[in-house]
Nanobody, 121 residues
Framework: QVQLVESGGGLVQPGGSLRLSCAAS????????MVWYRQAPGKQRELVAAITRGGATNYADSVKGRFTISRDNAKNTMYLRMNSLKPEDTAAYYCNAQVRIGVRDDTYDYWGQGTQVTVSS
């Protein structure tokens, strides 16, 4: 079984920074696309940033220039550096990964349980 565990959330003042991590563990042959999503109360889950295994990235317009996604394939870990945080960034942040557990296996989607980010003075 594959587990994704997010960490790094917390309470931060507007303009502050946080770095989220998403660590994958278990039986893993290869991780392909990794994605950060977020969901604020009463709103739909939205894509924040995505990164391919090769390092190509994609961002929501609302976070471009403020957030940076990265990954360490050797550690099966993804990061999200969040700068210039705004109250509207407040949400539960979830990581998602496409994982193949064996060379002959299919690729499946896995989700973490989320980490809360609250931006407030």
């Amino acid at each position: 079984q594959v587990q994704l565990v997010e960490s790094g959330g917390g309470l931060v003042q507007p303009g502050g920074s946080l770095r989220l991590s998403c660590a994958a563990s278990g039986i893993i042959f290869r991780i392909y696309d990794m994605v950060w999503y977020r969901q604020a109360p009463g709103k739909q889950r939205e894509l924040v940033a995505a990164i391919t295994r090769g390092g190509a990235t994609n961002y929501a317009d609302s976070v471009k220039g403020r957030f940076t996604i990265s990954r360490d394939n050797a550690k099966n870990t993804m990061y999200l550096r969040m700068n210039s945080l705004k109250p509207e960034d407040t949400a539960a942040y979830y990581c998602n990964a496409q994982v193949r557990i064996g060379v002959r296996d299919d690729t499946y989607d896995y989700w973490g349980q989320g980490t809360q980010v609250t931006v407030s003075s």
